[in-house]
């Protein structure tokens, strides 16, 4: 009898282990009825990055309860939760492990923040829970590939080789220096700086780190204008950018900051006193203002200001293109929803042209959706493209 067991349990092993990584346990799955798909968010809501957070939270909400208006997707209505992380690692493993456990969402979508991915991964992946186009260019995003793992653009590293490229070879800089968090996000920036500076055989000629709450550069410009750098990659995000150009203008130094997707942000933009004019940004996408000239673009702008009472900024549009990409996979998994059928239906999407005219693709080896990235630069309170093109390194 103990040998028939032991040949029965080594004949299971040998059946699971030939079906494969996506294999998984037959039975209901997480966060689907009959009636309903539980998708969850764990982005910033209060902390230092909110402005972001809160208005991509507000703009897949929007198109998820439009599309629910609609009669859902394939009989279901989606029930959307969002828990704030504050941009702080251990309330996103918190706000995460509610929405596994607790919540049992059937996946999360725009996930905020790099360091706060990185660190809920490992529990998603343990869940078979899909963290779909998570809120962050980091390359830990879709590398290693993993098929639960869907990036929606460029990644940072990608942003600024392309960036310092323009610059050292257009420009003509050759003096380079990174200011950053001392985070896994500003390391991304930094790695893509010090790449490309070593691509055109140059060096990265002094760094500055910071936390993501610190509010005072003063020595960090300091010592940055004392190694007379004529470029300053920043991988910072918005309060902090605001504070750094405003820090290096009350200073008198004349020096271009570059910095990238996080940092492209209206409210740099427009920023009280013109802080921001001259400020140079990579953005996987352009901007579209509320005066496009496209109907179908100014109806989703007042459907959003109506709702919300504010404007819907740069990262909000992200959250409409991540929540046009979601719906659209959901419809095509059909009405027998699981983990497998979204992973196929997202790697149908081999070329998804969004509202805005930005095209994404996938597929069963690419689970990046875009490499693209522009340069633009703040000119009287907007941002405006420096190049039509796209740039590459």
């Known amino acids: 009898m103990i040998r028939l067991m032991t040949l029965l349990s080594a004949a299971a092993v040998v059946l699971l282990a030939?079906?494969?990584?996506?294999?998984?346990?037959?039975?209901?799955?997480?966060?689907?009825?009959?009636?309903?798909?539980?998708?969850?968010?764990?982005?910033?809501?209060?902390?230092?990055?909110?402005?972001?957070?809160?208005?991509?939270?507000?703009?897949?909400?929007?198109?998820?309860?439009?599309?629910?208006?609609?009669?859902?997707?394939?009989?279901?209505?989606?029930?959307?939760?969002?828990?704030?992380?504050?941009?702080?690692?251990?309330?996103?493993?918190?706000?995460?492990?509610?929405?596994?456990?607790?919540?049992?969402?059937?996946?999360?979508?725009?996930?905020?923040?790099?360091?706060?991915?990185?660190?809920?991964?490992?529990?998603?992946?343990?869940?078979?829970?899909?963290?779909?186009?998570?809120?962050?260019?980091?390359r830990s995003m879709y590398e290693p590939f993993h098929h639960l793992k869907f990036s929606q653009t460029?990644?940072?590293?990608?942003?600024?080789?392309?960036?310092?490229?323009?610059?050292?070879?257009?420009?003509?800089?050759?003096?380079?220096?990174?200011?950053?968090?001392?985070?896994?996000?500003?390391?991304?920036?930094?790695?893509?700086?010090?790449?490309?500076?070593?691509?055109?055989?140059l060096k990265v000629i002094a760094v500055t780190a910071h936390k993501p709450t610190d509010t005072d550069f003063t020595a960090n410009v300091a010592k940055l204008r004392e190694a007379n750098c004529d470029l300053i990659g920043l991988g910072t995000i918005v309060r902090d950018t605001a504070i750094i150009i405003s820090t290096v203008k009350k200073s008198g130094w004349n020096v271009d900051l570059l910095g990238q997707a996080a940092s492209y942000d209206t409210?740099?933009?427009?920023?009280?006193?013109?802080?921001?004019?001259?400020?140079?940004s990579m953005t996987p996408t352009l901007y579209v203002y509320p005066d496009d000239p496209r109907p179908e673009i100014r109806d989703l702008m007042a459907r959003y200001k109506a709702r919300y009472g504010i404007e819907?900024?740069?990262?909000?549009?992200?959250?409409?293109?991540?929540?046009?990409?979601?719906?659209?996979?959901?419809?095509?998994?059909?009405?027998?929803?699981?983990?497998?059928?979204?992973?196929?239906?997202?790697?149908?999407?081999d070329t998804f042209t969004d509202i805005y005219g930005n095209t994404y693709s996938f597929g069963p080896k690419e689970h990046h959706g875009s490499t693209k990235a522009f340069l633009a630069v703040v000119k009287n309170g907007r941002w405006v493209p420096v190049e039509t093109r796209a740039l590459a390194y």
């Open 18 to 138: 030939s079906q494969g990584p996506h294999a998984h346990a037959a039975g209901p799955t997480q966060g689907v009825t009959d009636t309903e798909i539980l998708i969850g968010t764990v982005t910033d809501l209060s902390g230092v990055t909110a402005i972001q957070g809160v208005n991509n939270a507000n703009a897949i909400r929007m198109l998820f309860d439009e599309a629910n208006a609609k009669g859902g997707i394939n009989g279901r209505k989606i029930r959307y939760i969002v828990e704030d992380s504050q941009y702080q690692v251990p309330r996103a493993v918190q706000a995460m492990n509610k929405l596994l456990n607790n919540d049992k969402v059937f996946m999360t979508i725009q996930d905020g923040g790099t360091p706060m991915n990185n660190a809920t991964w490992p529990m998603a992946i343990e869940k078979n829970v899909p963290k779909l186009l998570p809120l962050t260019a980091a």
């Open 312 to 349: 819907i900024n740069y990262i909000g549009q992200t959250g409409v293109t991540c929540a046009e990409i979601a719906l659209e996979a959901l419809r095509r998994a059909g009405r027998d929803l699981t983990v497998d059928s979204l992973v196929a239906a997202m790697e149908s999407l």
């Open 267 to 280: 409210a740099i933009a427009t920023a009280p006193g013109g802080i921001g004019e001259g400020f140079y």
């Open 154 to 201: 460029s990644s940072y590293v990608d942003q600024m080789r392309a960036g310092i490229k323009y610059f050292v070879e257009q420009r003509g800089k050759k003096r380079l220096c990174v200011m950053y968090q001392d985070t896994d996000f500003g390391k991304d920036v930094l790695a893509g700086v010090t790449l490309q500076a070593e691509a055109e055989n």
